[in-house]
């Protein structure tokens, strides 16, 4: 649901009647991942997607069912090999989807101001302030009970990362409590996924299952050097769905005119921005500046942070006399090992743009544990389950 935020908070703003369905779990070669969402308001109109079209057309006919009764559904799709145009997964895999309906207030009016007693319309402020927080950008995570008490059905709570929480589940006091340091371990992690616990707020007993939806800002990407290529790569960066910043110590050359991409340009040296920054496991670092001035003690610093990826630009040449400059600086094997260069993937790139696909491919791999070799012949997981980020970004992170 929060991968769609931006427009359902639209949604929610304009008093709009909608059912969200969001993906719970997914086993085999399934399309999209846990968190992904596609939506259907009281018109008709739809956004987002489960499956990349496969059992779009079912999903939607619930969303129109869910939007009637009032009701949550939760839905299994597999394949089906018996008859090639049932609905089922033609790739293989299997996915379990909740569909939620969400009663929205009239312009102006109180958000979840629908039926007393209905845990749908109890959750729906809830969960319109979940899709304002990650409309804005903010972290924050949405749990919801898809498996559990009829009556607990469709109840939701957001938590933000410092433990304070809106909403309530319902049942057992404990319950909201336990659902709390579960839903803020994940949103610490990025991660969105079913918990099971006890509906009494212990682990055992009669359980509930939680879809938690964890919501975190864009990551960062920081390209070092305002050069041609920098250009190609904000926009794959901006593609990819990174807050991307270009960082230069030449006026001339770090300019809104060059960069009209960029969500940020910054005239500094590069490794005294770097050090101005704090940033998480989800970074990345691009080193286009190919200058040993600059590329030094900017690396010097950044392989010894705990970002994602780090990579430099420049021939294999280069790259021996900057390993054997940052061994003399001080670093480790190890931590020269983390260091991509020459950077990107083996595409034959020679353009602007080619070079910033082949950066970005090898940035994809590093990201989701592939291999970048080809997927013709290979046996291989198309699919590498690697936890998944739900932000703004649209996919994971």
Not at 38 to 56: K, N, R
Not at 202 to 231: H, K, N, Y
Not at 371 to 393: E, F, K, M, N, S
């Amino acid at each position: 649901m929060l991968d769609i935020a931006d427009e359902l908070n639209r949604w929610m703003e304009q008093g709009r009647t909608f059912a969200v369905a969001t993906v719970v779990a997914t086993n085999g070669s399934a399309p999209r991942q846990p968190g992904a969402a596609l939506a259907v308001d009281s018109d008709g109109t739809a956004i987002g997607s489960v499956s990349g079209g496969c059992v779009e057309g079912a999903v939607y006919e619930l969303c129109q069912e869910a939007m009637e009764t009032g009701r949550p559904v939760l839905e299994r799709f597999g394949y089906s090999d018996e008859d090639a145009f049932a609905v089922g997964l033609t790739c293989g895999g299997i996915i379990d989807i909740v569909i939620t309906p969400v009663r929205a207030s009239a312009p102006g009016t109180a958000a979840g101001s629908g039926t007393a007693g209905n845990p749908v319309d109890s959750s729906t402020a809830t969960l319109a302030a979940a899709l304002a927080a990650a409309a804005s950008g903010e972290a924050a995570a949405v749990a919801r009970i898809i498996e559990g008490p009829d009556e607990l059905l469709g109840r939701a709570l957001l938590v933000r990362p410092d433990g304070s929480h809106t909403g309530s589940l319902g049942g057992h006091p404990a319950l909201d409590r336990t659902a709390v340091e579960h839903t803020r371990a994940l949103l610490d992690a990025g991660r969105t996924t079913t918990v099971e616990i006890g509906a009494d707020g212990s682990q055992c007993g009669s359980p509930v299952v939680l879809l938690v939806e964890s919501s975190v800002p864009a990551p960062r990407m920081i390209v070092f050097g305002a050069i041609d290529f920098a250009s190609a790569l904000v926009r794959v960066g901006k593609f990819l769905g990174y807050r991307v910043t270009v960082c230069d110590a030449r006026p001339v050359f770090a300019t809104r005119t060059r960069f009209p991409d960029a969500d940020e340009i910054v005239v500094d040296w590069p490794h005294r921005y770097l050090d101005s920054q704090e940033l998480d496991s989800r970074a990345v670092l691009c080193v286009l500046t190919h200058d040993a001035k600059f590329d030094i003690p900017l690396l010097e610093r950044a392989l010894r942070l705990p970002v994602a990826y780090i990579g430099a630009m420049g021939s294999r040449r280069t790259h021996l006399d900057r390993q054997q400059r940052l061994r003399d600086a001080g670093l480790t094997e190890i931590e020269l090992n983390r260091l991509r260069s020459p950077i990107g993937l083996d595409l034959g790139a020679r353009t602007p743009e080619e070079t910033a696909l082949s950066i970005a491919a090898e940035i994809v791999a590093n990201r989701r544990g592939g291999t970048g070799a080809p997927l013709t012949g290979a046996h291989t997981p198309i699919h590498h389950d690697a936890p998944r980020t739900v932000g703004r970004i649209g996919e994971v992170a």
